[in-house]
Structures are given as C-alpha cells and as structure tokens.
C-alpha cells in the first residue's frame, strides 16, 4: 500500500473510531510518517538481520503497517477517560454483533497503576454470567500461575481481554471483533501504564503484535508493545487440555518475574 492511501485510511478510520467510541484527541501520536509498504518491509527486513539473537530480547516492529490501529490509539486517548468511564462504554457498546449475543460485558477487573496487566482472548461462558475475566476453570489456573511469581488481580495486576463480549460456543473473535474493541483496550493501556505486558494464549499474541506467529514460537520472550516490555505465554486453557505445556509456561513466567524485578523491584511487597 502506498503510503498516500494509508495517510486517507488514517483520517477517516480516525473519525469512525472517535465518533464510534467518543474517545478523541487531536494529535495523539504527533505527526504520523506514513511510508510505502515496500519500503517498510525492506527497514524491517533490515533490522530484523542487524539484530542479535538473543533469547531475552526480541524487538518486532508493532503495527508498522496498520493505520486502523493508528486511529485506535488516536481515539482511545482522553485526558478525562477512567477506569469506570471506559467500563460504561464498553457497556453501551453495540459496535459489533457480539453485542446481540452476549449476557455481560466484561470490561476487566483489577488494581489501577498495576504492576502486570494480564491479557486474554474474551470471554467464556463463566465470564459471560459474571461480568468477570477469568472465573472458569481457565481462570482459576491462571490465579494459580500469576501466584505462582507473587501477582494476584487484587494486589498488582490487571486482567482484561482483546474482546469484552464472549464469542458465541467460544470460537475465535473475528477480525470485526477485535477491532471493534481496539480502542478500549488501547484506552486501558492508557489509563493503567502497566509496567509489563503479560498476553495469555495465541489470539491476544496475534492481535496485539498483528503477526501470524505461532504461540509456540513466540512464547518466552521479551518483547516491545508500544515501550511497554511484553511476553507471551501459552493460555491456562492449553494447560488443562494438554498438561505438556506446564513446563514450558512455568519457564516463561520465570523469565518474566526476573524481567519485573528489574523494573518493579518492590512489586511483591
């Protein structure tokens, strides 16, 4: 895509966004530079060759290419905007068609400031009847797991979904989906400035860096999301299905507790 074409997708997904969600602010990103997609893939094939390999440290581009996510971004800012006012929007939401099968939206739930903020898919049927994240089976291991590394949602965590609406028979959000509730996670970011990023299982993996990859590829690592350090892990419903993947989700919340320290040296007090 040129990027004159990206520069017109920009503005008016700016404008649908904003008027879609009522988050808006002028100039939110500054002065976005658009660039053709050729040349943008011949920077990122650059930097990804000029890069070491280290296990601990990966840098991926984040939404190079996405002008959606631009607006996004643009209109989840607010310098009003609070944890209770974006949990009334998310409430209102009838911006996808999620909104027509759900019982309870399910905004998220946590601490403000938080040390990790915890993202999942959407959610479940358990979730649904609540109004809570993670309160299933799912959710009760991840308690487990966060414990496991001295987090808890009622201490110095944060736990919310790329979608707030369950999917129908738990299938996979659409593309609709997610980016009908973009700009209450990106608003959530916002508000909360969470010192690390935990993604839970391969959706909010995908979504949030926009790549393809596999969990099983990208799990463990210490990534990038907007300056925010970021890892992904396999999601707890992975780990009741097929208990092989303990150990290796056991690791991943090792390398990220030793990552948190080095940010947050008092987050377990």
């Known amino acids: 895509m040129k990027a004159a074409e990206k520069e017109l997708i920009y503005d008016l997904l ?3 966004s904003g008027a879609a969600t009522g988050y808006t602010r002028e100039n939110f990103l500054g002065e976005v530079n658009f660039r053709d997609d050729e040349i943008l893939a011949n920077e990122i094939s650059a930097n990804a060759n000029s890069q070491s390999a280290s296990f601990f440290s990966v840098q991926i581009p984040i939404k190079a290419n996405s002008a959606q996510d631009f607006a996004a971004a643009e209109s989840a ?21 999620l909104a027509k099968t759900r019982k309870n939206v399910v905004p ?12 999942g898919e959407g959610p479940g049927a358990d979730e649904d009847t609540q109004g809570r994240p993670f309160v299933g089976k799912a959710g ?19 736990i ?3 979608v707030k609406c369950r999917p129908p028979m738990n299938r996979d ?8 509730c973009s700009s209450f996670l990106q608003a959530q970011i916002h508000v909360l400035k969470p010192k690390m990023i935990l993604a839970v299982g391969r959706i909010a993996l995908q979504k ?16 990038d999301y907007n300056g925010i350090p970021f890892m992904a892990t396999f999601h707890p419903s992975a780990l009741l299905r097929d208990e092989s993947y303990k ?4 690791e991943d919340l090792k390398i990220f507790r030793a990552k948190l320290l080095e940010l947050c040296p008092n987050y377990e007090s």
């Open 160 to 162: 919310a979904n790329i």
């Open 173 to 180: 959000p659409s593309p609709e989906e997610c980016a009908a």
């Open 77 to 97: 800012q607010n310098l009003g905007t609070t944890l209770d006012s974006i949990a009334k929007k998310i409430s209102a939401c009838q911006n996808c068609i």
């Open 108 to 119: 998220g739930e946590g601490v403000p400031n938080p040390a990790v903020l915890v993202i």
């Open 14 to 16: 700016k404008k649908a």
């Open 208 to 223: 949030l860096l926009d790549t393809s990859i596999g969990i099983t590829k990208m799990h463990g690592k210490i990534l």
């Open 140 to 158: 009760q291991l991840l308690d487990k797991m966060l414990a496991a590394i001295n987090l808890n949602r009622t201490k110095n965590c944060f």
């Open 247 to 250: 150990r290796p989700a056991w």
